[in-house]
T-cell receptor, first 114, second 117 residues
Framework: AQSVTQLGSHVSVSEGALVLLRCNYS??????LFWYVQYPNQGLQLLLK??????LVKGINGFEAEFKKSETSFHLTKPSAHMSDAAEYFC????????????FGSGTRLSIRP | NAGVMQNPRHLVRRRGQEARLRCSPM?????VYWYRQLPEEGLKFMVY????????ESGMPKERFSAEFPKEGPSILRIQQVVRGDSAAYFC???????????????FGEGSRLTVL
């Protein structure tokens, strides 16, 4: 069975600083990997996805993530944080054999300091 | 084009009562997923349905919980004889295909927050 682990339930960065949210996955077969963002009192929105094409994936709002098989990681980064980036971010995994189901991590709450 | 609609947004029930949560998927979507989000936890998969069929209910508790997605009308998640541990946010997501796991195309509603007193 596949799973994801998000390191750090809360991350705080200054506006303009680098954002790094960590995600490690576990899967016995090649995974599909996703990052979703959840703003307060809203549902989740897809930020970006990795589906075995390019290992560096660019998403919306300047976010990107790199798939590193050797490290079983899919960390999310953004060069310069903006106040509007404050939200909860979820890493998620699926596989071809279970393509109907996406498994989510426990989430990382990102706070931005002025 | 309306998004995924969930109602009620907030529901308060006393222990032992029944809770019914409704989800209308996006237009043209025939695949519905229910997830539960407990405080300080991530989303836990509960059930995946297509019209009139339960495809995967591996995340559903064995007792008191049921889900349906009839040919006409919204998908319904039903919790009988609620207990305090059922207090959570319940999210519905819809997809245009059964391959959401490969496309990431899950469109979420804003959730229904159940509080059990």
């Amino acid at each position: 069975a596949q799973s994801v682990t998000q390191l750090g339930s809360h991350v705080s960065v200054s506006e303009g600083a680098l954002v790094l949210l960590r995600c490690n996955y576990s899967s016995s077969v090649p995974p599909y990997l996703f990052w979703y963002v959840q703003y307060p009192n809203q549902g989740l929105q897809l930020l970006l996805k990795y589906t075995s094409a390019a290992t560096l994936v660019k998403g919306i709002n300047g976010f990107e993530a790199e798939f590193k098989k050797s490290e079983t990681s899919f960390h999310l980064t953004k060069p310069s944080a903006h106040m509007s980036d404050a939200a909860e971010y979820f890493c998620a995994v699926s596989t071809y054999s279970s393509a109907s189901k996406i498994i989510f991590g426990s989430g990382t709450r990102l706070s931005i300091r002025p | 084009n309306a998004g995924v609609m969930q109602n009620p947004r907030h529901l308060v029930r006393r222990r032992g009562q029944e809770a019914r949560l409704r989800c209308s998927p996006m237009k043209g979507h025939s695949h519905v997923y229910w997830y539960r989000q407990l405080p300080e936890e991530g989303l836990k998969f509960m059930v995946y349905l297509q019209k009139e069929n339960i495809i995967d209910e591996s995340g559903m508790p064995k007792e008191r919980f049921s889900a349906e997605f009839p040919k006409e009308g919204p998908s319904i998640l039903r919790i009988q004889q609620v207990v305090r541990g059922d207090s959570a946010a319940y999210f519905c997501a819809s997809s245009p295909s059964g391959l959401a796991g490969s496309t990431g195309e899950l469109f979420f509603g804003e959730g229904s927050r159940l509080t059990v007193l």
